[in-house]
């Protein structure tokens, strides 16, 4: 039987998709052979890769002047990927420190050029967005990089930032949850296993202006011109997690595309949000104006009962509800394999929860 999983990552996959994988696992397509165990410069492999990338373009609008490019190493590699390319070791880059993710991002940067954290959300306890009013740019400053939806606090912007900079986002955890104007944007990054699809692969989206100034010594793997020039195959990609993330596209085109994922996503926030404003028993510390629409941290009125939540939440089929252990308390993640059926199983497990023990 399949639980109700609110993981944050990796996380929930589509259940038609796992299917069709199991599916053709073991004969993919005819070929007696998994796709696991094909060549991926097969002609068979490089048409999943070819269709996976179109429907990326597709879901997004990506327009023709950026590459994709589909990459190792998790969100965290490009942490330094993104200085090694477009940082002189002379230049300055501004970012915004709106949490955890933030704060490692720069951290990775700082090995690479010049940092000016342009504007820290310590403040606030890192539960609201810095004013963009007070944000304290570089001129000049080779890139401005910031992280849209922070997974751990559960901030997100609720603005795209305008500056002059090349605006770099992680959007690790919010892309594919609604439409974006992708031209707004430098470069994007994501690792794939929040939203879409296992882990292992990350996707890279680059206005090709960018590309071709990547610092002496920079390791191919990491150049993106050169990952670019060779198709993301210049060395053997994770095919597996490339083709699953195909299928999980094709999944959300069936869905009706980033429009309709936006509003179910906005739905499953709403109800969640809801219900613990209206508890009296749970607490969900974010400015309301920045409450992340897949992540969403909340506490209990009585932490002594932390345990007895996650134990009772899974019992009842709803797992993976442990807040990150850098903060406790709990968290549900919302991404969009996360259906609005498991935040109503989870909103009415909470109601009751609270009646018994509040
Ligand atoms: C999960 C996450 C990361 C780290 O991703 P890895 O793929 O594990 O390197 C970075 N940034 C954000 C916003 C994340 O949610």
């Not at 009962?305 to 807040?323: C, P, R, W």
Request: glycine share 8%; net charge neutral; with cysteine.
């Amino acid at each position: 039987m399949r639980v109700f999983n609110f993981a944050s990552g990796p996380a929930a996959l589509p259940l038609e998709v796992l299917e069709q994988a199991r599916d053709e696992l073991t004969d993919w397509r005819g070929s007696g052979m998994s796709v696991m165990e094909i060549s991926h410069r097969s002609k068979a492999f490089m048409a999943v890769a070819a269709e996976a990338e179109a429907d990326l373009r597709e879901l997004l609008a990506i327009p023709g002047d950026y590459k994709v490019l589909f990459m190792q190493g998790g969100a965290t590699a490009q942490f330094s990927a993104i200085p090694m390319n477009l940082a002189r070791t002379d230049a300055c880059a501004d970012y915004i420190n709106t949490g955890a993710w933030s704060k490692k991002a720069l951290g990775e940067a700082r090995h690479y050029c010049k940092i000016n954290v342009a504007a820290d959300g310590a403040a606030s306890n890192y539960t609201s967005v810095p004013l963009r009013a007070d944000w304290k740019l570089t001129p000049g400053a080779a890139y401005l990089h910031y992280t849209p939806n922070e997974t751990i606090g559960g901030v997100e912007f609720p603005f795209v930032p305008q500056v002059d900079a090349p605006l770099v986002a992680d959007m690790s955890s919010t892309i594919l949850s609604r439409p974006l104007d992708v031209s707004r944007f430098g470069l994007i990054y994501a690792g794939a296993q929040k939203n879409m699809g296992p882990s292992g692969l990350s996707v890279v989206i680059v206005r090709e202006q960018l590309l071709g100034h990547a610092r002496e010594g920079t390791p191919s793997v990491w150049n993106y011109q050169a990952v670019a020039d060779d198709g993301s195959m210049l060395n053997t990609p994770p095919t597996f997690a490339w083709y699953l993330s195909g299928l999980v596209f094709k999944w959300l085109k069936r869905q009706g595309g980033l429009g309709a994922m936006a509003q179910r996503n906005r739905a499953k926030a709403e109800l969640l949000y809801a219900t613990i404003d209206s508890s009296g028993f749970y607490r969900n510390p974010v400015d309301p104006a920045c409450r992340s629409w897949m992540n969403v941290p909340f506490v209990l009125a009585k932490p002594a009962l932390d345990k007895t939540f996650v134990t009772e939440a899974a019992e009842s089929g709803m797992t993976n509800l442990a807040g990150h252990r850098s903060v406790g308390g709990m968290r549900a993640s919302l991404y969009n394999a996360t259906s609005i059926e498991a935040v109503r199983a989870l909103t009415e497990f909470m109601r009751e929860f609270a009646r018994r023990h509040g």
